[in-house]
Each structure stands twice: as structure tokens, then as C-alpha cells.
């Protein structure tokens, strides 16, 4: 009990928790620190009665701890005391303040973040989730995760994810999902059980982080592995076949010329079709896996398409196919072979022919210098090609037309050629909607 600024009357509780023996007699500026005195001797003055107020207290060590105090008036025939009572509220605003440093970590992390509840609903997701997902908040709280569910993983995965956390144990993994636009993501995903102090599970709080780029790069170095792989064994298939080819061939020739039997003449007419076809491939297979006997010079890259148009835009297979040509002038050369990237540009370009099966359709074809790169985008309005093909096209002797139409070789070679000048090529594409080649190149100095 205060008397102005005086302490008249206290318990010994309010002793021992201030650390004296007794407080009678003493001022209120022994127990508040200064920076906080102004405002508490304001609060004192203003009689309000039922008042409550956080603040600091000092001990009489000099140690600072937080309060929380309500103030009461007690009117007497000759004068007014404050009755205060104060309760220690120090372990409160540390519980509080380490809340707030946990929510600022999981609100603000760049790593998507969603808590549920113990049934796994959303409770809560970070700005991070909202991003990767593409789902915003309030789309998301209230429903199960299985809205991103992308349907790759069986109905035991999530079975056993569900008997690791909600034993208590964390799970760790990698998942794929689907974007509110219908794309992928996989992320690296670890669910930990929120536990309550009687040790049931409340909840669970999911930690991702984002893993797709790296995925499509491990996909990517396993696909140069392979091309490598390949190439070495590419020439000595090429070796061993074509040796023997050549001298089959040879006989064959001399047997035409030198027979009268018309039967004959016509199956060893069928025999040298096939060895010029398989004379075709194994060039095809030498070009690749060997290095480039071509002159590198400084390259129109709209010189060079626009070769690879004249050769492809005049025929039969094409009436029907209208040809979108935007080409950025003033594009930067590029030290590459000419005539390799011709060849290049069309394979990517009879594929676009052969997807649109002499049905009306669009080819369309771009250049543009971005940064350090220039690209080269072809896409068409075809038949597109399956998820489970697109990883398989650029394999030799891989092919979705019928057989007879095509080596399989025609992209594996374009792919190796571009590789060699320090290119890429990525390819979008789905069932019925088209394909997109995206041909990379870098900009380097004379």
C-alpha cells in the first residue's frame, strides 16, 4: 500500500519477492528503475482505480524483472492510498519473447513452412509455402496437404510417413508435389511432431526446402554422363560395323553389275537400300563421337535458321503448316559450325513437321539475346509428346515415330553437336498441346 510516494503497509511476499526484510518507509524510487519512474509516479497520480500496467521493477541487488501491476484506490476520511498488486511476470515475457523469435524465424525463412494439427489440417503456412505452392493462405488453412498432391507417391508412402510422426518420431524425405498451376515441385521435407507436456501429439510442424532446380540439374549431369558414355561406345560400334559393311557393299555392287537375272538384280537392290540406310547411321553415330573437323567461325544465328527454313518450309508435308517467324536483329554471332547448326535446326524442324502429321498447325521460330546467352525457340502445335518419352529423345536410336520413319538418331546427334559449342537444349511438352525446343548458346568474345 502506497501513501503518494511512500510504502505504508506490504505482505511478505511483496519483501521477498523485492529481496528486503521490510518496505515500510520506503520510497517507490528505490523499486522502479529511472528510465521507467516518470511514467510509474504519472500512473500513481492519476487514481484510476482497477488500473493495470506492465512494467519493470528493480531488486534491491539492482536486478530488473517484469511485472505486471494492478492498481487500486482506497479512499479514507482523510486521505487516498494505492493498494498495488504485482505479480512477477518475468518467465511470462521471456516464453513470450522466445515465441516471437520462433515465429519470426519459421514467418520469415526462405525454407516453405506449414503446421497442422493433430488430425493434419493446415493451421498455418509461411509466405515461403505460398511462393513455392503457388496457393495463397488462405486457400490453404483449413485443408488437408493432399491438395498438392501430385499422385507420385503410393498410398503405403504416406501410410508409413503417418506411423513415424505420429509415434513422435521425425520424418525425414524427399516428396513431389503440384503447384496451384499444375506443375511439379519436389522438395526435401521434414515433418516433426508438435508434443504437449503430457506427451500427446498436437500437431506437426512440415519444414521443405526446395529441391527442384537441383533435381533437374542431377537429371541433367546424368543425361551428359550418359551422352558420353555413349559416344565412346558410339565409335567403336562404328568401327566394327562399318568394315565389314563396306566390304558387303562392295560385293553387292559387284554382283549387280556382273548378274542378268532380274530376280537377283531386284533383292539386291532392297540389300544396298538397307546398307545405305545403315551406312546413314553409322556416319551419323561417327559424327557425333568424334570431335569436329569443321571450321569454328563467327555465326549469323538468323543466317543460319533461316538456311535451315529453306530446306524444311517447300514440300508436300508442309501446305498445310503456317511458319511464325520472329527473328531479334542485330542478334550477337556465335563461333560455332555453320553448317552443323543447320543440320541441327533441322532435325528440330522436321520433328515439328512430323508432330503435326500433315494436319493444320502453326511452326513457330524466335531468337533473342538474354545476358550472356542467346536462344533459339522452335515450338509447334503438334501432338506433343508424352512425360515418360521427353527424358528418352535425346537417347539414340529412341524414336516415337513408327519404325522405317526415322534412326532415333536425328535429336541425339543435334544434342551432341550443340554440347560441343557449349550449348543446351531443354524441351517442354504434354499430350495434345504441342513442344517447345529452347536451344541455348553462349556469347563469347572474338
Do not use: C
Amino acid at each position: 500500500m502506497i501513501d503518494r510516494e511512500t510504502i505504508v503497509d506490504h505482505n511478505p511476499s511483496a519483501a521477498k519477492g523485492l529481496g528486503y526484510r521490510v518496505l515500510n518507509g520506503m520510497s517507490v524510487h528505490t523499486l522502479v528503475p529511472p528510465e521507467n519512474l516518470a511514467s510509474f509516479l504519472k500512473i500513481l497520480s492519476a487514481g484510476t482505480n482497477d488500473h493495470s500496467v506492465e512494467m519493470k521493477f528493480q531488486k534491491s541487488g539492482g536486478l530488473i524483472f517484469d511485472v505486471s501491476i494492478t492498481i487500486k484506490t482506497l479512499v479514507t476520511k482523510d486521505t487516498s492510498y494505492n493498494i498495488l498488486v504485482v505479480q512477477d511476470i518475468t518467465e511470462q515475457k521471456k516464453k513470450e519473447l522466445d515465441l516471437l523469435r520462433y515465429s519470426n524465424v519459421i514467418h520469415y525463412t526462405v525454407n516453405p513452412i506449414q503446421i497442422t494439427d493433430a488430425r493434419g489440417v493446415m493451421v498455418y503456412v509461411n509466405p515461403a509455402f505460398e511462393r513455392t505452392s503457388g496457393y495463397s493462405g488462405s486457400e490453404l488453412i483449413g485443408h488437408n496437404p493432399n491438395v498438392l498432391n501430385s499422385g507420385k507417391h503410393s498410398k503405403d508412402f504416406w501410410r508409413n510417413v503417418w506411423i513415424t510422426i505420429l509415434g513422435g518420431k521425425v520424418w525425414v524425405g524427399e516428396v513431389e508435389n503440384r503447384r496451384k498451376d499444375g506443375t511439379l515441385f519436389q522438395t526435401e521435407l521434414v515433418i516433426s511432431p508438435i508434443v504437449d507436456q503430457k506427451g500427446n501429439v498436437a500437431g506437426f510442424l512440415g519444414a521443405h526446402r526446395d529441391i527442384t532446380e537441383q533435381k533437374a540439374l542431377e537429371r541433367q549431369l546424368v543425361r551428359s554422363q550418359k551422352m558420353e558414355s555413349i559416344g565412346t561406345l558410339a565409335a567403336g560400334i562404328a568401327h566394327e560395323v562399318g568394315n565389314p559393311l563396306t566390304s558387303i557393299s562392295s560385293l553387292v555392287q559387284v554382283i549387280l553389275r556382273t548378274t542378268e537375272d532380274e530376280f537377283a538384280k531386284e533383292k539386291l537392290e532392297l540389300i544396298k537400300n538397307q546398307i545405305n540406310r545403315i551406312t546413314r547411321i553409322i556416319r551419323d553415330l561417327v559424327d557425333f563421337s568424334r570431335p569436329s573437323s569443321y571450321v569454328v567461325k563467327p555465326t549469323e544465328i538468323n543466317e543460319v535458321l533461316r538456311d535451315a527454313l529453306n530446306i524444311v518450309q517447300y514440300g508436300k508435308r508442309v501446305k498445310h503448316i503456317r511458319f511464325d517467324v520472329n527473328l531479334t536483329p542485330a542478334i550477337p554471332k556465335l563461333h560455332v559450325v555453320p553448317d552443323q547448326l543447320v543440320q541441327v535446326f533441322i532435325n528440330i524442324l522436321m520433328n515439328a513437321v512430323d508432330a503435326l502429321d500433315e494436319t493444320p498447325g502453326t511452326i513457330s521460330i524466335s531468337t533473342t539475346a538474354r545476358g550472356q546467352e542467346v536462344q533459339v525457340v522452335i515450338s509447334d502445335t503438334g501432338k506433343g509428346i508424352e512425360p515418360a518419352e521427353i527424358e528418352k529423345i535425346f537417347e539414340p536410336f529412341y524414336s516415337t515415330k513408327e519404325v522405317g520413319k526415322g534412326t532415333g538418331l536425328g535429336l541425339w546427334v543435334s544434342y551432341g553437336i550443340v554440347k560441343n559449342f557449349g550449348g543446351d537444349i531443354l524441351v517442354e511438352s504434354s499430350p495434345k498441346s504441342g513442344s517447345t525446343f529452347t536451344v541455348t548458346f553462349p556469347q563469347r568474345g572474338e
